[in-house]
């Protein structure tokens, strides 16, 4: 009988610890995710400062939006170079943003994501 309990006591623990760990994949996906969509506003950012007023320099971004506060937003905007296309002459750039959550060092819960786009202007 008391081997029978222990083992049942064994078992209760080890699904607890199981849906502990659970819980802990759903939230670092959640902010994986979060930290994609952070990354994608750097982008998105960059590229309206280089369609919209033809500027091209690296910013940092503080987002306040639900969801995203608290991440933290470097994106870089390099000129590629130049190239002539018939009478025009086309700028690419490359835009790269990265996004992170927490700290590396200290933090359970850190998350990092990086993308990049490539983007012509005439």
């Given amino acids: 009988m008391m081997f029978l309990v222990i083992v049942v006591a ?3 623990t080890f699904m607890a610890r199981l849906m502990g760990v659970q819980a802990a994949t759903t939230d ?11 990354a994608r506003a750097g982008i998105e950012f960059q590229a309206h400062r280089v369609l919209g ?20 937003v470097q994106s870089r905007c390099i000129l590629q170079g130049t190239f002539q296309e018939g009478t025009r002459q086309v700028r690419v ?4 943003s990265e996004a992170s959550y927490g700290s590396y060092t200290s933090s359970p819960d850190y998350v990092y994501r ?7 202007r005439d």
Avoid: D, H, P, W
Wanted: net charge positive; aromatic share 6%; glycine share 6%.
């Fill in 114 to 120: 990086q993308i990049e786009a490539i983007i012509t």
């Fill in 28 to 38: 670092m996906g959640l902010l994986s995710a979060r930290a994609f969509q952070a």
């Fill in 53 to 72: 007023a033809n500027s091209c320099s690296n910013a940092n971004l503080a987002l306040t939006a639900a969801g995203l506060n608290g991440f933290s």
């Fill in 93 to 96: 750039y490359r835009i790269v």
């Fill in 10 to 12: 064994l078992a209760i």
